[in-house]
């Protein structure tokens, strides 16, 4: 059973940094599609970021360029969403999600994935 844990989310105020996590297990693929999806309050969830891991390209949603990174840790079944300059447009739910079928050229922004994480909530004030 595949089981995405996010960690990392808290409230900040607005111009800072946070780091979100997500950590995968139960399955054996060596590499993996994941990616960060979030959602605001009374919005309908977005995609914003993903990665193929063991080294694979990235690809964000025209909205976050600039401001998110997403990177994989140091085992392939860890990957990370760091945010710079947040803004209160960031608020909302985090949700990190995987897609262990699906190849490296089709790890990017328009994805359906597979398997949801529970998500982890980042409040920005300002």
């Known amino acids: 059973q595949v089981r995405l844990v996010e960690a990392g989310g808290g409230s900040v105020q607005a111009g800072g940094s946070l780091r979100l996590s997500c950590a995968a297990s139960?399955?054996?693929?060596?590499?993996?599609?994941m990616g960060w999806f979030r959602q605001a309050p009374g919005k309908e969830r977005e995609e914003v970021a993903f990665?193929?891991?063991?080294?694979?390209?990235?690809s964000y949603a025209d909205s976050v360029k600039g401001r998110f990174t997403i990177s994989q840790g140091n085992t392939r079944n860890t990957v990370y969403l760091h945010i710079d300059s947040l803004k209160s447009e960031d608020t909302g739910m985090y949700y990190c999600?995987?897609?262990?079928?699906?190849?490296?050229?089709?790890?990017?922004?328009?994805?359906?994935?597979?398997?949801w994480g529970q998500g982890t909530q980042v409040t920005v004030s300002s």
């Open positions: 990665i193929y891991t063991g080294g694979g390209p990235t």
């Open positions: 999600a995987a897609d262990p079928s699906a190849p490296g050229n089709k790890c990017r922004v328009g994805r359906q994935m597979n398997y």
């Open positions: 139960g399955y054996t693929y060596s590499r993996n599609c």
